[in-house]
Each structure stands twice: as C-alpha cells, then as structure tokens.
C-alpha cells in the first residue's frame, strides 16, 4: 500500500538553530515529491522534485531527494520564528494519485 | 477504520455541465475540508464545513461553486457550468475538531472538463 512517512512528527528548536525534516515514501510509479508550509489554513508550496541529488533552493531552505532509498528531507538553516509552521511532504505518482504526510510540526523559539 | 473516501476517482465533465465531488469524511469526523490543486500548484484551501454548517468558505469562488455538508450522508462539492479551469484534483480532509491542518486525506478526485 502506498504510504508518505514524515519524521519526526514534532519538534522544537530555538533560534538560529538548523533542522532536517525526513519524509519517506512507498509509492507505486513515483512522480514528483512536493514540500509545503502550512501556517494557516492554506498550505504554501515550498519545493517541487522529481530527479535524485538535484539539490532544490530557496533562501535558507533546501531539498533534496533521493529516489533509490525513497526520501526526501527539507532544511532548514539559521532558523526563525516566522518558520513556525507544519511542514508537509505529498508524493504525487504517474496515475497522479498522490499521498499526503501527516505533517511535521516545528516550533521555532525565540 | 476506513479512512476519508472521496468519489469518484475521476470525473470528466463537458464544458457546461455540474461536477458533483463526494466526501465521507472518517468514522466520528463532523469537520471537513476541501482543497483544490492545479497543475502545477500547490493546494488551495476552499471552504471549512461541519455538519450542517459552511465555517469557511473564503478559499471557494463567488459564482458557480458550492459545498454542503448535510445531517446525513458525505460533504459534496458542487461546479456547476464547469469549465476548463476547473480542471483540477480536488482533495477532502476532516477532522474531530477543527485544526489547522487536517491529517486525514483523502484520494482525491480528479476532474478534467474535455
């Protein structure tokens, strides 16, 4: 059955610190892994990858997936509270199904 | 415990005609949510329903959609006069109480208006 994992499911960190969030995936005919943010009701697209080791890129965000192990993880560096957020890993697949994560809250303190 | 079930699956549609997307929300769930994603995009939140009331539909157009969710039976969202921008994959979450995010998806239906 196919299946987005995310880890960890919560975390808190403080200011300045760098986190990793995970997602891993069981998918039948994989096509592309999506990250988005989610602050208030509407979720914000963060990234969009298809191909392994192609590093992704926005600010002090980055992503890279890998496709033989079957995950993906979203850095974060130099945290603030304003990345306060879930973060969430959908894998859209070729029939284009796609699988939600549960989400990854993070808590960013001052 | 099934989880949420949308249907169809599919849905294709002719210009002009209604869509009408179907969501049974979890086993004790009264909240549920609809999201749109178009090509290419992320989600879009569209409306907040409880049983028997709209919480939040700013997400929804002001013309053509509709959703409800009634005392008996799953949350529909209505398009009527489809066109082709309303291609899109439809998603439906719910919740025991209302939350921010909700962790429980469904399949989506994909509709595509030919």
């Known amino acids: 059955e196919d299946k987005v994992v995310q880890s960890p499911l919560s975390l808190v960190v403080h200011e300045g610190d760098t986190v990793t969030l995970n997602c891993s995936y069981e998918?039948?005919?994989?096509?592309?892994l999506l990250w988005y943010k989610q602050e208030k009701k509407a979720p914000t697209f963060l990234f969009m990858l298809?191909?392994?080791?192609i590093e992704k890129k926005s600010g002090r965000l980055s992503s890279i997936l890998d496709k033989k192990e079957l995950f993906s993880i979203l850095n974060i560096t130099a945290t603030q509270t304003g990345d306060s957020a879930i973060y969430l890993c959908?894998?859209?697949?070729?029939?284009?199904?796609?699988?939600f994560g549960a989400g990854t809250r993070l808590t960013v303190k001052p | 415990n099934a989880g949420v079930m949308q249907n169809p699956r599919h849905l294709v549609r002719r210009r002009g005609q209604e869509a009408r997307l179907r969501c049974s929300p979890m086993?004790?769930?009264?909240?549920v949510y609809w999201y749109r994603q178009l090509p290419e995009e992320g989600l879009k939140f569209m409306v907040y329903?409880?049983?028997?009331?709209?919480?939040?539909e700013s997400g929804m157009p002001k013309e053509r959609f509709s959703a409800e969710f009634p005392k008996e039976g799953p949350s529909i969202l209505r398009i009527q006069q489809v066109v082709r921008g309303d291609s899109a994959a439809y998603f439906c979450?719910?919740?025991?109480?209302?939350?921010?995010?909700?962790?429980?998806f469904g399949d989506g239906t994909r509709l595509s208006i030919l």
């Open positions: 086993k004790g769930h009264s909240h």
């Open positions: 959908a894998v859209e697949a070729e029939n284009n199904d796609m699988r």
């Open positions: 329903l409880q049983k028997e009331n709209i919480i939040d």
């Open positions: 979450a719910s919740s025991q109480r209302q939350v921010l995010w909700p962790q429980h």
């Open positions: 298809t191909s392994s080791g």
């Open positions: 998918v039948t005919n994989f096509r592309s």
